[in-house]
């Protein structure tokens, strides 16, 4: 992904509500097709936080996220989180 997708990712991420007392590494990977994400994978082996709740969220986050035109690639994302 370009520089304004990760921008435009971050931002969108930064809107997620999250509970609180939360802290860890969350690492998914998935594809960008045709301003989609899919097939959300989490990578369980990479990631320390591994709360279910937690885990849903971000990864519903993901899935209505818009994606900038003209990305399509193949994403591993690790979110580092503290709440």
């Given at each position: 992904?370009?520089?304004?997708?990760i921008?435009?990712?971050?931002?969108?991420?930064?809107?997620?509500?999250?509970?609180?007392?939360?802290?860890?590494?969350?690492?998914?990977?998935?594809?960008?097709?045709?301003?989609?994400?899919?097939?959300?994978?989490?990578?369980?082996?990479?990631?320390?936080?591994?709360?279910?709740?937690?885990?849903?969220?971000?990864?519903?986050?993901?899935?209505?996220?818009?994606?900038p035109?003209?990305?399509?690639?193949?994403?591993?994302?690790?979110?580092?989180?503290?709440?």
């Amino acid at each position: 992904m370009n520089e304004a997708a990760i921008a435009d990712l971050t931002q969108h991420l930064e809107k997620t509500n999250l509970l609180p007392g939360f802290g860890g590494e969350i690492v998914f990977e998935f594809t960008v097709n045709k301003s989609r994400v899919a097939g959300i994978m989490l990578d369980e082996e990479t990631s320390t936080l591994k709360d279910a709740v937690v885990v849903e969220k971000i990864k519903r986050s993901l899935l209505i996220w818009r994606v900038p035109p003209s990305t399509n690639s193949k994403v591993i994302l690790t979110l580092h989180l503290r709440v």
